[in-house]
Nanobody, 124 residues
Framework: QVHLVESGGGLVQTGGSLRLSCAASGRTVSNYAMGWFRQAPGKEREFVAAITRGATSTYYADSVKGRFTISRDNAKNTVYLQMNSLKPEDTAVYYC?????????????????WGQGTQVTVSS
């Protein structure tokens, strides 16, 4: 069974940067697509970014395109989310998830395994 642990969240000012990590254990995730999602208080969990198993393709929500970058290091069984030019509306709990397919998806229901999340707070 895959176990995912996110880290790297914290408090940052508007315009700042954070790098989130998602470390997988129990099973390699190198053969699978990975995604990042976020959930703000009182809102639905929403798609942020995804990457194919070979990192040949990435996909972003319009709200983060040009500011966030998803990447992966299959040797470390880890996926990253580099977040630049952060805005207060990026404040949320960020989750990584694995999809047992080589290609990405943007729906929560397509990802069966999730981490516990890491809080990102952007102050104005």
């Amino acid at each position: 069974q895959v176990h995912l642990v996110e880290s790297g969240g914290g408090l940052v000012q508007t315009g700042g940067s954070l790098r989130l990590s998602c470390a997988a254990s129990g099973r390699t995730v190198s053969n699978y697509a990975m995604g990042w999602f976020r959930q703000a208080p009182g809102k639905e969990r929403e798609f942020v970014a995804a990457i194919t198993r070979g990192a040949t393709s990435t996909y972003y929500a319009d709200s983060v395109k040009g500011r966030f970058t998803i990447s992966r290091d299959n040797a470390k069984n880890t996926v990253y989310l580099q977040m630049n030019s952060l805005k207060p509306e990026d404040t949320a709990v960020y989750y990584c998830a694995v999809r047992f397919s080589s290609y990405y998806a943007t729906s929560v229901k397509d990802y069966p395994i999730w981490g516990q999340g890491t809080q990102v707070t952007v102050s104005s």
